[in-house]
DNA sequence: TCTGGGGTCCTAGGACCC
DNA sequence: TCTGGGGTCCTAGGACCC
């Protein structure tokens, strides 16, 4: 018995909770910027309508936006990341297994239900829309990858209206798949698609006929399970607990060329201090740093260079004294003067627990100084925000920082910054 | 010093996703 | 002038061991 798995998608997330408190944008277009209010990342159907692509950078598209009277906004992520939730923790009024797949993503197991799939789609979709104002997509099939090539459908033209597919057990599987093309599978990128092509392998349906053997030659593992859930068979299981997270991230391009190796250090240790903080707030200790500096991608002269080194260490640690040791001995090793550099960023590694720092408190007492000292660091920057004490060598004004000139107000996550109604 | 297969662990890099 | 950031998974290849 193959159970039915949905795929609720939250429609132009950004540009939807943007909405939500702005009555006056109802109608109009709406896109949202990534970092440093670089390029479009989120756009309203109006948006789309009018020509705006995804990914396109701001400079490209300003005068077309402020033709249209578009509303332009940079990306509020304390905003998102509550609506996110809200949406989410709803989703367990329906179904006990939700799998949470990104911001605005999550797979559910319709199994068992008392009505007709698609009744329970329909309301799903009416309540979620009633209850936090975003209006969501559902697709439902057999697997994954088709669940999520029929909530790629269900946001279609023709079928917007309704906001739900349903392909589990049907007829119509056949001819949505012979009509999606490789490159828009779930999993199968540029890359793969070009090799796909190669072999004349165009659509969905195509590579669903291919012999597995082939297909996991030409692509890995990764390729072959793909092709098995197009046939409807699981390869890929719904995952509840996955909130475990490996890694942790914080990189910027910088808003000028940087050859200087001070001021590199400079750039990794805030990089590094951003980390660190967010590493504790999960509770969590690393083993290993990883720096990463990279050149301009768009002028790759001479040459491009992007080379990354990591540091693991035997014990983990959540001290930010011990990782900027391990940053910069890591840092040294990768740095070559005769490049310019755009970019430099810093991931945590190995992550565990930080109880399970206990055993090394008792030995090693200096270690425990340090862990008690940025727990108070961290405490007091919580209350009084970002870095009010911070170590003197940490500049906060930087090339680096984050350009952010439209940003729209915290409305849920930030008391003076409530939606007033008159 | 050479001969050989098999295994593990680590890391860098590729590919993909939102 | 201006082109994002944060993740996961897989594989190839090197180092090492028996």
Redesign the pocket.
């Known amino acids: 018995m193959q159970n039915a798995i949905a795929l609720l998608d939250c429609n132009n ?1 950004y540009a939807s909770c943007e909405r939500v408190f702005d009555a006056s944008v109802k109608r109009k277009p709406i896109v949202v910027l ?3 209010d ?2 479009v ?1 989120a756009r309203s159907e109006e948006a789309k309508e009018i020509g705006v692509t ?2 396109a ?3 490209k598209v300003e005068s077309l936006l402020t033709d249209h009277d578009a509303e332009i906004y940079s ?1 509020n992520y304390a905003l998102y990341g509550d609506m996110s939730s809200r949406v989410m923790n709803l989703l367990h009024n329906f179904t006990p297994e939700v799998e949470i ?5 999550a797979f559910l197991n319709l199994e068992p239900r008392k009505h007709s799939l698609d009744n329970l789609a329909h309301s799903i979709r009416e309540k979620m829309y009633q209850w936090t104002g975003i209006p969501v997509s559902i697709g439902i099939a057999e697997t994954k990858v088709l669940a ?1 090539i029929a909530n790629r459908r269900a946001k279609k033209d023709e079928l917007r209206e309704q906001g739900v597919l349903n392909l589990y057990r049907s007829s119509k599987t056949e001819s949505i798949l012979k009509e999606t093309l490789v490159q828009d ?9 070009l ?1 796909l092509k190669a072999s004349n392998i165009l659509t969905a349906w195509q590579l669903r006929e291919t012999d597995n053997r082939f297909i996991r030659r030409l ?4 390729g072959a ?1 793909i092709a098995l859930e197009l046939r409807g068979i699981k390869c890929l299981p719904l ?1 509840q607990s ?1 909130m ?10 910088f ?2 060329i940087i050859t200087n190796y001070e001021l590199l250090k400079e750039a990794t240790l805030y ?1 590094l201090t ?2 660190c903080e ?1 590493m504790r707030h999960h509770n969590l200790a690393a083993n ?1 740093v ?1 720096v990463f500096i990279s050149t301009d ?2 002028r790759p002269v001479p040459v491009p260079y ?7 260490a035997t014990y983990p640690t959540d001290s930010n004294q011990e990782l900027q040791e391990w940053t910069f001995s890591t840092l040294e090793r990768i740095y070559d003067k005769d490049y310019e550099y755009r ?1 430099a ?1 810093i ?1 945590l ?1 190995g992550l565990v627990p930080s109880e399970e720092l206990t055993k090394r408190m008792f030995d090693d007492e200096r270690f425990e100084r340090q862990h008690k000292l940025m727990k108070a660091v961290d405490a007091i920057n919580q209350k009084f925000g970002k870095d009010t004490v911070r170590f003197a060598s940490v500049k906060t004004e930087g090339r ?1 920082k ?1 350009k952010q000139t439209r940003k729209s107000q915290s409305y849920t996550t930030n008391w003076n910054e409530l939606l007033i109604v008159n």
């Open positions: 997330f990534s970092n440093n670089g390029c990342i995804m990914g950078p701001l400079f990306s797949y990104s911001i605005d993503e999520k599978v779930w999993g199968i990128g540029y890359r793969s698609s090799k692509l890995t593992v990764t399970r995952e996955s475990k997270k490996h890694s942790i991230t914080c990189s910027r391009s808003g000028q990089f951003r980390v967010k290993a990883t991608r768009f992007s080379p990354s080194a990591t540091y693991s970019k960023g991931i590694s680096w984050m």
